[in-house]
Protein backbone atom coordinates (compact mmCIF):
# COMPACT_ATOMS: atom_id res chain seq x y z
CA UNK A 1 0.00 0.00 0.00
CA UNK A 2 1.57 3.36 -0.85
CA UNK A 3 -0.77 5.00 1.27
CA UNK A 4 0.29 5.79 4.79
CA UNK A 5 -2.21 4.45 7.41
CA UNK A 6 -1.97 5.11 11.70
CA UNK A 7 0.32 2.82 12.72
CA UNK A 8 -1.45 -0.30 14.18
CA UNK A 9 -1.61 -0.16 17.90
CA UNK A 10 0.46 -3.11 19.20
CA UNK A 11 -1.58 -3.49 22.53
CA UNK A 12 -4.88 -3.48 21.21
CA UNK A 13 -3.71 -6.13 18.77
CA UNK A 14 -2.29 -8.07 21.46
CA UNK A 15 -5.82 -8.02 23.30
CA UNK A 16 -7.47 -8.93 20.45
CA UNK A 17 -8.37 -12.48 21.62
CA UNK A 18 -10.84 -10.10 24.51
CA UNK A 19 -11.92 -7.89 21.94
CA UNK A 20 -13.28 -10.85 19.80
CA UNK A 21 -14.77 -12.48 23.06
CA UNK A 22 -16.20 -9.14 24.31
CA UNK A 23 -17.57 -8.84 20.67
CA UNK A 24 -19.67 -12.55 20.97
CA UNK A 25 -21.28 -11.32 24.22
CA UNK A 26 -23.07 -9.06 22.61
CA UNK A 27 -23.76 -10.35 19.02
CA UNK A 28 -23.90 -13.82 19.77
CA UNK A 29 -24.53 -16.82 16.51
CA UNK A 30 -22.45 -16.01 13.24
CA UNK A 31 -22.25 -11.99 13.92
CA UNK A 32 -18.39 -11.73 14.49
CA UNK A 33 -15.88 -12.98 12.14
CA UNK A 34 -12.41 -13.58 13.49
CA UNK A 35 -11.00 -16.20 10.52
CA UNK A 36 -8.79 -15.05 8.43
CA UNK A 37 -10.11 -16.30 5.48
CA UNK A 38 -13.63 -14.90 6.47
CA UNK A 39 -11.85 -11.30 7.03
CA UNK A 40 -10.51 -11.49 3.29
CA UNK A 41 -13.60 -10.32 2.05
CA UNK A 42 -13.98 -7.03 4.12
CA UNK A 43 -10.17 -6.00 3.04
CA UNK A 44 -11.07 -3.78 0.50
CA UNK A 45 -14.05 -1.03 -0.77
CA UNK A 46 -14.13 -0.18 -4.08
CA UNK A 47 -11.00 1.79 -3.95
CA UNK A 48 -8.76 -1.48 -4.64
CA UNK A 49 -5.76 -0.28 -4.92
CA UNK A 50 -5.77 -0.45 -0.87
CA UNK A 51 -6.46 -3.77 1.24
CA UNK A 52 -5.87 -4.03 4.85
CA UNK A 53 -7.99 -7.21 6.44
CA UNK A 54 -9.79 -5.69 9.75
CA UNK A 55 -8.77 -6.82 13.10
CA UNK A 56 -12.15 -8.16 13.70
CA UNK A 57 -15.97 -8.01 11.70
CA UNK A 58 -19.01 -7.72 13.72
CA UNK A 59 -22.48 -7.45 11.99
CA UNK A 60 -24.83 -6.42 14.59
CA UNK A 61 -28.83 -6.39 14.16
CA UNK A 62 -30.03 -3.79 16.29
CA UNK A 63 -29.54 -0.36 17.60
CA UNK A 64 -29.04 -2.30 21.32
CA UNK A 65 -26.16 -4.33 19.59
CA UNK A 66 -24.59 -1.23 17.80
CA UNK A 67 -24.62 0.84 21.21
CA UNK A 68 -23.23 -1.80 23.23
CA UNK A 69 -20.78 -2.31 20.67
CA UNK A 70 -19.47 0.96 20.17
CA UNK A 71 -19.60 1.66 23.99
CA UNK A 72 -17.61 -1.05 24.74
CA UNK A 73 -14.53 -0.22 22.22
CA UNK A 74 -15.18 3.52 23.81
CA UNK A 75 -14.61 2.16 27.46
CA UNK A 76 -11.59 -0.23 25.83
CA UNK A 77 -10.22 2.32 23.84
CA UNK A 78 -10.70 0.06 19.95
CA UNK A 79 -11.15 2.08 16.67
CA UNK A 80 -14.38 1.15 14.54
CA UNK A 81 -15.02 1.88 10.74
CA UNK A 82 -18.67 1.51 9.87
CA UNK A 83 -19.18 -0.43 6.93
CA UNK A 84 -22.41 -0.67 4.43
CA UNK A 85 -21.90 -2.36 1.09
CA UNK A 86 -18.18 -1.47 0.39
CA UNK A 87 -19.03 0.81 -2.77
CA UNK A 88 -17.33 3.87 -1.32
CA UNK A 89 -14.71 4.77 -4.50
CA UNK A 90 -12.51 7.05 -1.59
CA UNK A 91 -11.32 4.00 0.35
CA UNK A 92 -13.73 5.59 3.10
CA UNK A 93 -14.50 1.96 4.59
CA UNK A 94 -10.84 0.50 4.35
CA UNK A 95 -10.38 -1.11 7.35
CA UNK A 96 -7.52 -0.77 9.89
CA UNK A 97 -5.21 -4.04 11.13
CA UNK A 98 -6.41 -2.80 14.82
CA UNK A 99 -9.73 -1.94 14.50
CA UNK A 100 -12.68 -3.46 14.55
CA UNK A 101 -15.37 -3.30 10.86
CA UNK A 102 -18.84 -2.55 11.55
CA UNK A 103 -20.58 -4.05 8.90
CA UNK A 104 -24.50 -2.69 8.41
CA UNK A 105 -25.10 -4.95 5.94
CA UNK A 106 -28.20 -6.61 8.58
CA UNK A 107 -29.89 -3.60 9.25
CA UNK A 108 -31.99 -4.39 5.97
CA UNK A 109 -35.46 -3.66 6.61
CA UNK A 110 -37.93 -0.97 5.13
CA UNK A 111 -39.29 -0.21 8.48
CA UNK A 112 -42.44 2.26 6.98
CA UNK A 113 -43.58 3.88 4.14
CA UNK A 114 -45.66 6.98 4.79
CA UNK A 115 -47.48 8.05 1.22
CA UNK A 116 -49.14 10.94 2.94
CA UNK A 117 -46.37 12.54 3.54
CA UNK A 118 -44.05 11.24 0.94
CA UNK A 119 -41.34 9.59 3.11
CA UNK A 120 -39.49 6.02 3.80
CA UNK A 121 -38.34 4.96 7.05
CA UNK A 122 -35.49 2.24 6.44
CA UNK A 123 -32.78 1.01 7.92
CA UNK A 124 -29.31 1.66 6.51
CA UNK A 125 -27.99 -1.61 4.92
CA UNK A 126 -31.00 -0.72 2.62
CA UNK A 127 -29.83 -0.07 -0.49
CA UNK A 128 -30.35 2.77 -2.37
CA UNK A 129 -32.35 0.95 -5.27
CA UNK A 130 -34.83 -1.28 -2.97
CA UNK A 131 -36.20 2.12 -1.81
CA UNK A 132 -37.51 3.42 -4.76
CA UNK A 133 -38.14 -0.37 -5.91
CA UNK A 134 -40.65 -0.52 -2.51
CA UNK A 135 -42.54 2.33 -3.79
CA UNK A 136 -42.76 2.52 -7.62
CA UNK A 137 -46.00 0.89 -8.03
CA UNK A 138 -47.64 3.44 -6.12
CA UNK A 139 -45.84 6.03 -8.43
CA UNK A 140 -42.90 7.32 -6.52
CA UNK A 141 -39.56 7.20 -5.79
CA UNK A 142 -36.19 8.00 -3.85
CA UNK A 143 -34.35 10.83 -6.34
CA UNK A 144 -30.69 10.43 -5.42
CA UNK A 145 -29.80 7.50 -8.16
CA UNK A 146 -25.72 6.85 -7.59
CA UNK A 147 -24.44 4.41 -10.92
CA UNK A 148 -23.89 2.11 -7.92
CA UNK A 149 -27.44 2.01 -6.98
CA UNK A 150 -28.10 -1.50 -7.05
CA UNK A 151 -25.64 -2.07 -4.36
CA UNK A 152 -24.88 0.66 -1.93
CA UNK A 153 -26.62 1.16 0.88
CA UNK A 154 -28.50 4.11 2.43
CA UNK A 155 -26.44 4.69 5.00
CA UNK A 156 -23.25 4.70 3.01
CA UNK A 157 -25.25 7.45 0.55
CA UNK A 158 -25.54 8.90 3.76
CA UNK A 159 -22.00 8.85 4.93
CA UNK A 160 -20.85 10.11 1.63
CA UNK A 161 -23.81 12.64 0.47
CA UNK A 162 -23.85 10.74 -2.78
CA UNK A 163 -25.31 12.08 -6.12
CA UNK A 164 -26.01 10.55 -9.51
CA UNK A 165 -27.28 11.84 -12.72
CA UNK A 166 -30.84 13.47 -11.43
CA UNK A 167 -28.68 15.30 -8.68
CA UNK A 168 -28.96 18.12 -11.28
CA UNK A 169 -32.51 18.73 -10.42
CA UNK A 170 -33.70 16.86 -7.23
CA UNK A 171 -30.32 17.23 -4.93
CA UNK A 172 -27.84 15.23 -3.26
CA UNK A 173 -28.49 13.06 -0.23
CA UNK A 174 -28.79 15.99 1.97
CA UNK A 175 -31.68 17.32 0.02
CA UNK A 176 -33.72 14.21 0.34
CA UNK A 177 -33.04 13.15 4.01
CA UNK A 178 -35.44 14.25 6.94
CA UNK A 179 -34.09 12.46 9.79
CA UNK A 180 -31.69 9.92 11.34
CA UNK A 181 -30.91 7.48 14.17
CA UNK A 182 -27.26 7.85 15.15
CA UNK A 183 -25.16 6.02 17.57
CA UNK A 184 -22.09 8.01 19.11
CA UNK A 185 -19.02 6.11 20.11
CA UNK A 186 -19.92 6.48 23.71
CA UNK A 187 -22.85 4.45 22.86
CA UNK A 188 -25.65 7.21 23.48
CA UNK A 189 -28.25 6.91 20.62
CA UNK A 190 -29.56 10.41 18.85
CA UNK A 191 -32.22 11.14 16.53
CA UNK A 192 -31.42 13.86 14.69
CA UNK A 193 -34.08 15.71 12.07
CA UNK A 194 -37.30 14.04 11.89
CA UNK A 195 -40.20 13.63 9.58
CA UNK A 196 -40.70 17.15 8.67
CA UNK A 197 -38.74 19.71 6.62
CA UNK A 198 -37.92 21.68 9.84
CA UNK A 199 -36.24 20.33 12.82
CA UNK A 200 -35.42 22.58 15.54
CA UNK A 201 -31.78 23.71 17.11
CA UNK A 202 -28.61 23.22 15.32
CA UNK A 203 -28.77 21.68 11.24
CA UNK A 204 -26.73 18.55 12.83
CA UNK A 205 -28.27 16.42 10.48
CA UNK A 206 -26.41 18.52 8.01
CA UNK A 207 -23.10 17.70 10.15
CA UNK A 208 -23.57 14.47 10.22
CA UNK A 209 -24.67 13.79 5.89
CA UNK A 210 -21.31 13.52 4.16
CA UNK A 211 -19.37 13.08 7.86
CA UNK A 212 -17.95 9.93 5.90
CA UNK A 213 -18.55 7.47 9.18
CA UNK A 214 -16.00 9.81 11.61
CA UNK A 215 -19.15 11.18 13.89
CA UNK A 216 -21.76 7.87 14.27
CA UNK A 217 -23.14 4.91 13.20
CA UNK A 218 -26.12 5.80 11.17
CA UNK A 219 -28.53 2.96 12.82
CA UNK A 220 -31.81 4.31 11.13
CA UNK A 221 -33.03 7.16 8.17
CA UNK A 222 -36.47 8.85 6.94
CA UNK A 223 -35.65 9.65 3.42
CA UNK A 224 -38.12 12.13 1.16
CA UNK A 225 -40.15 10.25 -1.90
CA UNK A 226 -40.99 12.15 -4.36
CA UNK A 227 -43.97 11.21 -7.50
CA UNK A 228 -42.65 9.77 -10.47
CA UNK A 229 -42.37 12.90 -13.17
CA UNK A 230 -45.66 12.69 -15.76
CA UNK A 231 -42.95 12.08 -18.45
CA UNK A 232 -39.51 11.94 -19.40
CA UNK A 233 -37.26 12.32 -22.65
CA UNK A 234 -33.89 12.60 -23.92
CA UNK A 235 -31.41 14.67 -26.41
CA UNK A 236 -28.75 12.74 -27.65
CA UNK A 237 -26.38 15.27 -28.65
CA UNK A 238 -22.82 15.35 -30.08
CA UNK A 239 -20.57 18.65 -30.67
CA UNK A 240 -17.46 18.97 -32.61
CA UNK A 241 -15.47 20.25 -30.03
CA UNK A 242 -15.27 19.86 -26.48
CA UNK A 243 -15.33 23.53 -26.27
CA UNK A 244 -18.53 23.69 -27.93
CA UNK A 245 -20.49 21.01 -25.82
CA UNK A 246 -19.42 22.28 -22.60
CA UNK A 247 -20.33 26.03 -23.50
CA UNK A 248 -23.68 24.46 -24.49
CA UNK A 249 -23.90 23.11 -20.92
CA UNK A 250 -23.29 26.40 -19.43
CA UNK A 251 -26.10 28.37 -21.98
CA UNK A 252 -28.94 25.55 -21.20
CA UNK A 253 -28.36 26.38 -17.33
CA UNK A 254 -28.25 30.43 -18.12
CA UNK A 255 -31.37 30.15 -19.94
CA UNK A 256 -33.25 28.68 -16.75
CA UNK A 257 -33.39 25.56 -17.73
CA UNK A 258 -33.03 22.73 -15.10
CA UNK A 259 -32.87 19.45 -16.72
CA UNK A 260 -33.11 16.37 -14.73
CA UNK A 261 -30.08 15.50 -15.80
CA UNK A 262 -26.86 16.45 -17.72
CA UNK A 263 -24.14 14.42 -18.96
CA UNK A 264 -21.21 14.47 -21.07
CA UNK A 265 -18.42 11.93 -22.10
CA UNK A 266 -15.20 12.77 -24.28
CA UNK A 267 -14.13 10.74 -27.41
CA UNK A 268 -12.29 8.53 -25.91
CA UNK A 269 -15.27 7.38 -23.14
CA UNK A 270 -17.70 7.66 -26.36
CA UNK A 271 -15.80 4.98 -28.02
CA UNK A 272 -15.24 2.71 -24.89
CA UNK A 273 -18.59 3.17 -23.78
CA UNK A 274 -20.31 1.86 -28.14
CA UNK A 275 -17.96 -0.75 -28.25
CA UNK A 276 -19.37 -2.22 -24.96
CA UNK A 277 -23.36 -1.45 -25.22
CA UNK A 278 -23.53 -1.32 -29.45
CA UNK A 279 -26.06 1.68 -28.53
CA UNK A 280 -25.21 3.82 -31.96
CA UNK A 281 -23.59 6.59 -30.29
CA UNK A 282 -22.10 8.60 -33.07
CA UNK A 283 -18.32 8.32 -32.94
CA UNK A 284 -17.09 11.16 -34.55
CA UNK A 285 -17.71 13.63 -32.58
CA UNK A 286 -15.57 14.98 -29.65
CA UNK A 287 -17.91 15.55 -26.54
CA UNK A 288 -21.31 13.76 -26.68
CA UNK A 289 -23.94 15.38 -24.52
CA UNK A 290 -27.15 13.45 -23.02
CA UNK A 291 -29.87 16.08 -21.38
CA UNK A 292 -32.32 14.91 -19.88
CA UNK A 293 -36.09 16.28 -19.40
CA UNK A 294 -38.99 15.80 -17.41
CA UNK A 295 -42.31 17.01 -16.29
CA UNK A 296 -45.66 16.98 -17.54
CA UNK A 297 -45.75 15.85 -21.36
CA UNK A 298 -46.40 19.52 -22.79
CA UNK A 299 -43.39 21.20 -20.37
CA UNK A 300 -41.15 18.60 -21.29
CA UNK A 301 -41.50 19.15 -25.03
CA UNK A 302 -41.07 22.86 -25.06
CA UNK A 303 -38.26 22.59 -22.94
CA UNK A 304 -36.84 19.62 -25.79
CA UNK A 305 -37.13 22.50 -28.33
CA UNK A 306 -35.64 25.37 -26.51
CA UNK A 307 -32.32 22.67 -25.68
CA UNK A 308 -32.17 21.42 -29.28
CA UNK A 309 -32.23 25.31 -30.48
CA UNK A 310 -29.14 26.14 -27.59
CA UNK A 311 -27.39 23.41 -28.83
CA UNK A 312 -27.72 24.19 -32.64
CA UNK A 313 -26.65 27.54 -31.81
CA UNK A 314 -23.20 25.98 -30.18
CA UNK A 315 -22.66 24.10 -33.20
CA UNK A 316 -24.13 20.51 -33.11
CA UNK A 317 -23.19 17.91 -34.97
CA UNK A 318 -25.57 15.84 -34.39
CA UNK A 319 -28.82 15.40 -32.45
CA UNK A 320 -31.52 12.74 -31.69
CA UNK A 321 -34.40 13.08 -29.32
CA UNK A 322 -35.67 10.12 -27.66
CA UNK A 323 -39.40 8.97 -29.12
CA UNK A 324 -40.31 6.77 -25.68
CA UNK A 325 -38.43 5.24 -22.67
CA UNK A 326 -36.93 2.60 -24.70
CA UNK A 327 -34.67 4.73 -26.88
CA UNK A 328 -34.29 7.16 -23.80
CA UNK A 329 -33.39 4.14 -21.98
CA UNK A 330 -31.01 3.00 -24.55
CA UNK A 331 -29.34 6.76 -24.85
CA UNK A 332 -28.09 6.54 -21.08
CA UNK A 333 -27.08 2.82 -21.28
CA UNK A 334 -23.62 3.98 -22.75
CA UNK A 335 -23.15 6.73 -19.66
CA UNK A 336 -24.49 3.82 -17.17
CA UNK A 337 -21.63 1.45 -18.80
CA UNK A 338 -19.17 3.92 -19.00
CA UNK A 339 -17.23 2.34 -16.26
CA UNK A 340 -16.87 -0.78 -16.97
CA UNK A 341 -16.46 0.28 -20.31
CA UNK A 342 -12.99 1.58 -19.10
CA UNK A 343 -12.16 -2.13 -17.44
CA UNK A 344 -11.50 -3.46 -21.22
CA UNK A 345 -9.58 -0.22 -22.09
CA UNK A 346 -7.00 -1.47 -19.56
CA UNK A 347 -6.11 -3.72 -16.58
CA UNK A 348 -6.76 -1.18 -13.52
CA UNK A 349 -8.64 2.38 -13.15
CA UNK A 350 -8.84 4.65 -10.64
CA UNK A 351 -11.85 6.68 -10.54
CA UNK A 352 -11.46 10.62 -9.54
CA UNK A 353 -13.77 12.67 -8.60
CA UNK A 354 -13.02 16.39 -8.52
CA UNK A 355 -15.67 19.44 -9.25
CA UNK A 356 -15.42 22.51 -11.22
CA UNK A 357 -17.00 25.73 -12.33
CA UNK A 358 -18.96 24.49 -15.67
CA UNK A 359 -16.96 27.35 -17.38
CA UNK A 360 -13.72 25.87 -16.78
CA UNK A 361 -14.56 22.68 -18.73
CA UNK A 362 -12.93 23.11 -21.69
CA UNK A 363 -9.67 24.13 -20.09
CA UNK A 364 -9.20 21.50 -17.59
CA UNK A 365 -10.44 19.09 -20.17
CA UNK A 366 -6.87 20.38 -22.35
CA UNK A 367 -4.50 20.43 -20.01
CA UNK A 368 -5.50 17.09 -18.38
CA UNK A 369 -4.53 15.82 -21.78
CA UNK A 370 -1.22 17.51 -21.63
CA UNK A 371 -1.24 15.79 -17.53
CA UNK A 372 -1.83 12.22 -19.69
CA UNK A 373 1.11 12.92 -22.01
CA UNK A 374 3.60 13.86 -19.17
CA UNK A 375 2.49 11.10 -16.59
CA UNK A 376 2.19 8.48 -19.73
CA UNK A 377 -0.99 7.52 -18.83
CA UNK A 378 -4.53 7.40 -20.65
CA UNK A 379 -7.48 9.01 -19.10
CA UNK A 380 -11.41 8.97 -20.66
CA UNK A 381 -13.71 11.45 -18.88
CA UNK A 382 -17.46 11.07 -18.06
CA UNK A 383 -18.77 13.93 -16.26
CA UNK A 384 -22.08 15.11 -14.73
CA UNK A 385 -21.45 18.49 -16.95
CA UNK A 386 -25.05 20.26 -15.51
CA UNK A 387 -23.32 20.42 -11.97
CA UNK A 388 -19.57 20.58 -13.22
CA UNK A 389 -18.70 16.83 -11.48
CA UNK A 390 -15.83 15.15 -13.36
CA UNK A 391 -15.01 11.69 -13.57
CA UNK A 392 -11.33 10.93 -14.99
CA UNK A 393 -10.96 7.46 -15.21
CA UNK A 394 -7.16 7.23 -15.24
CA UNK A 395 -6.27 3.49 -16.97
CA UNK A 396 -2.91 1.69 -15.25
CA UNK A 397 -1.97 -1.85 -14.63
CA UNK A 398 -1.16 -2.37 -11.10
CA UNK A 399 0.87 -5.47 -12.41
CA UNK A 400 3.55 -3.29 -14.01
CA UNK A 401 5.35 -1.59 -11.60
CA UNK A 402 5.24 2.23 -10.35
CA UNK A 403 1.76 2.28 -12.18
CA UNK A 404 -0.47 2.58 -9.57
CA UNK A 405 2.04 5.56 -8.08
CA UNK A 406 1.86 7.25 -11.60
CA UNK A 407 -1.70 7.02 -11.71
CA UNK A 408 -2.04 8.27 -8.13
CA UNK A 409 0.57 11.21 -9.22
CA UNK A 410 -1.98 12.08 -12.18
CA UNK A 411 -5.21 11.53 -10.20
CA UNK A 412 -3.42 14.29 -7.70
CA UNK A 413 -2.50 16.71 -10.59
CA UNK A 414 -6.16 16.50 -11.85
CA UNK A 415 -7.57 17.51 -8.06
CA UNK A 416 -4.94 20.05 -7.69
CA UNK A 417 -6.16 21.64 -10.92
CA UNK A 418 -9.41 21.64 -9.73
CA UNK A 419 -8.43 22.96 -7.12
CA UNK A 420 -6.60 25.94 -8.92
CA UNK A 421 -9.61 26.72 -11.18
CA UNK A 422 -12.08 27.51 -8.28
CA UNK A 423 -13.52 24.16 -7.74
CA UNK A 424 -13.26 21.55 -4.88
CA UNK A 425 -11.70 18.03 -4.45
CA UNK A 426 -14.81 15.70 -4.18
CA UNK A 427 -18.07 16.10 -5.86
CA UNK A 428 -19.82 12.90 -4.02
CA UNK A 429 -17.21 10.28 -3.78
CA UNK A 430 -15.69 11.61 -0.84
CA UNK A 431 -12.43 11.87 0.93
CA UNK A 432 -11.83 8.93 2.24
CA UNK A 433 -8.23 7.78 2.51
CA UNK A 434 -8.01 8.78 -1.46
CA UNK A 435 -8.20 12.99 -1.08
CA UNK A 436 -7.59 12.80 2.81
CA UNK A 437 -3.47 14.39 1.98
CA UNK A 438 -4.94 16.80 -0.67
CA UNK A 439 -7.14 18.39 1.94
CA UNK A 440 -4.80 21.31 2.62
CA UNK A 441 -4.87 22.42 -0.99
CA UNK A 442 -9.04 23.63 -0.09
CA UNK A 443 -8.10 24.04 3.44
CA UNK A 444 -5.96 26.37 6.05
CA UNK A 445 -4.57 25.06 9.03
CA UNK A 446 -7.43 26.84 10.78
CA UNK A 447 -10.24 25.58 8.63
CA UNK A 448 -8.90 21.65 9.66
CA UNK A 449 -8.84 22.57 12.86
CA UNK A 450 -12.34 23.86 12.94
CA UNK A 451 -13.56 20.58 11.32
CA UNK A 452 -11.36 18.60 13.55
CA UNK A 453 -13.34 20.63 16.52
CA UNK A 454 -16.33 19.37 15.51
CA UNK A 455 -15.33 15.28 15.16
CA UNK A 456 -13.88 15.73 18.36
CA UNK A 457 -17.34 17.12 19.85
CA UNK A 458 -18.98 13.65 18.91
CA UNK A 459 -15.69 11.58 19.17
CA UNK A 460 -13.07 13.12 21.68
CA UNK A 461 -11.03 9.94 21.76
CA UNK A 462 -10.75 9.85 18.10
CA UNK A 463 -11.65 6.29 17.94
CA UNK A 464 -14.63 6.20 14.36
CA UNK A 465 -12.75 5.75 11.26
CA UNK A 466 -9.45 6.95 12.05
CA UNK A 467 -7.15 7.69 9.01
CA UNK A 468 -9.96 8.73 7.02
CA UNK A 469 -10.83 12.85 5.80
CA UNK A 470 -8.53 14.31 7.81
CA UNK A 471 -4.56 14.52 7.02
CA UNK A 472 -2.18 12.93 8.87
CA UNK A 473 -0.31 15.43 10.24
CA UNK A 474 3.55 14.62 8.36
CA UNK A 475 1.83 14.67 5.32
CA UNK A 476 0.63 18.37 5.73
CA UNK A 477 4.14 19.49 6.56
CA UNK A 478 5.33 17.02 3.63
CA UNK A 479 3.00 18.82 0.90
CA UNK A 480 3.83 21.92 2.60
CA UNK A 481 1.10 23.23 3.29
CA UNK A 482 1.62 23.31 7.15
CA UNK A 483 5.09 25.15 8.69
CA UNK A 484 6.86 23.13 11.47
CA UNK A 485 9.41 25.62 12.74
CA UNK A 486 11.87 24.23 15.10
CA UNK A 487 9.70 21.68 15.55
CA UNK A 488 6.62 23.54 16.91
CA UNK A 489 3.18 22.31 15.37
CA UNK A 490 1.10 25.32 14.40
CA UNK A 491 -2.26 23.93 15.87
CA UNK A 492 -1.67 21.48 18.26
CA UNK A 493 -5.08 21.12 19.06
CA UNK A 494 -5.37 19.13 15.62
CA UNK A 495 -5.79 14.96 16.04
CA UNK A 496 -2.70 13.17 15.54
CA UNK A 497 -3.90 9.91 14.12
C1 LIG B 1 -19.37 1.33 -10.07
C2 LIG B 1 -19.59 2.40 -9.04
C3 LIG B 1 -20.34 3.52 -9.38
C4 LIG B 1 -20.54 4.52 -8.45
N1 LIG B 1 -21.31 5.59 -8.79
C5 LIG B 1 -21.55 6.56 -7.89
C6 LIG B 1 -22.36 7.68 -8.24
O1 LIG B 1 -22.89 7.78 -9.35
N2 LIG B 1 -22.55 8.64 -7.32
C7 LIG B 1 -21.99 8.56 -6.06
O2 LIG B 1 -22.20 9.46 -5.25
N3 LIG B 1 -21.21 7.50 -5.70
C8 LIG B 1 -20.98 6.51 -6.57
N4 LIG B 1 -20.20 5.44 -6.22
C9 LIG B 1 -19.57 5.41 -4.87
C10 LIG B 1 -20.34 4.63 -3.77
O3 LIG B 1 -21.25 3.72 -4.33
C11 LIG B 1 -21.05 5.60 -2.83
O4 LIG B 1 -20.10 6.38 -2.13
C12 LIG B 1 -21.96 4.90 -1.80
O5 LIG B 1 -22.70 5.85 -1.08
C13 LIG B 1 -21.23 4.02 -0.80
O6 LIG B 1 -22.20 3.23 -0.14
P1 LIG B 1 -21.80 1.87 0.58
O7 LIG B 1 -23.02 1.30 1.23
O8 LIG B 1 -21.12 0.97 -0.37
O9 LIG B 1 -20.82 2.39 1.70
P2 LIG B 1 -19.36 1.87 2.07
O10 LIG B 1 -18.48 1.86 0.89
O11 LIG B 1 -19.46 0.60 2.84
O12 LIG B 1 -18.91 3.01 3.08
C14 LIG B 1 -18.74 4.32 2.63
C15 LIG B 1 -18.56 5.25 3.84
O13 LIG B 1 -19.75 5.25 4.59
C16 LIG B 1 -19.51 4.91 5.96
N5 LIG B 1 -20.71 4.20 6.40
C17 LIG B 1 -21.34 3.17 5.77
N6 LIG B 1 -22.44 2.83 6.45
C18 LIG B 1 -22.52 3.65 7.53
C19 LIG B 1 -23.44 3.79 8.60
N7 LIG B 1 -24.52 3.02 8.73
N8 LIG B 1 -23.18 4.76 9.53
C20 LIG B 1 -22.11 5.56 9.43
N9 LIG B 1 -21.22 5.48 8.43
C21 LIG B 1 -21.42 4.53 7.50
C22 LIG B 1 -18.22 4.12 5.93
O14 LIG B 1 -17.52 4.19 7.13
C23 LIG B 1 -17.47 4.80 4.79
O15 LIG B 1 -16.82 5.94 5.29
C24 LIG B 1 -19.97 4.42 -7.14
C25 LIG B 1 -19.24 3.28 -6.80
C26 LIG B 1 -19.04 2.28 -7.73
C27 LIG B 1 -18.24 1.08 -7.33
Redesign the pocket.
Same mark, same amino acid.
Given at each position: MSLCMPEPDAGVLARRGDIVAALRAIVPGDGVIDHADALRPYES??LTAYRQPPMVVVLPQTVEQVAAILRWCHANRVKV &? @?? !?? =? $???SG %??LPLADGVLMG?ARFNRILDIDYADRLAVVQ @?GVTNLAITRAVEDAGFYYAPD @???QIA? $?I %? =? +?I??N? =? !?VHCLKYGLTTNNVLGVELVTIEGEILRLGGRGLEAQGLDLLGVVVGS? !?LLG &? &?TEVTVRLLPKPETARALLIGFPTVESGGKCVADVIAAGIIPAGMEMMDQPAVHAAEAFVNVGYPLDVAALLIVELDGPAAECSHLIDEVEAIALANGAVSIRISTDDAERAAFWAGRKAA?PAAGRLAPDYLCMDGTIPRRCLPEVLTRMRALSERHGLGVINVFHAGDGNLHPLILYDANQPGQLATAEAFGADILRLCVEVGGVLTG?? %?V =?VEKRDLMPLMFSPADLAQQSHVKSAFDPELLL +?PG?VFPLLHRCAELGAMHVHNGKLPFPDLPRF
Open positions: DA &V @PR !GA =G $TSL %GAM @P @PSSC $T %G =G +NAES =G !GE !G &V &VFEH %G =G +NK
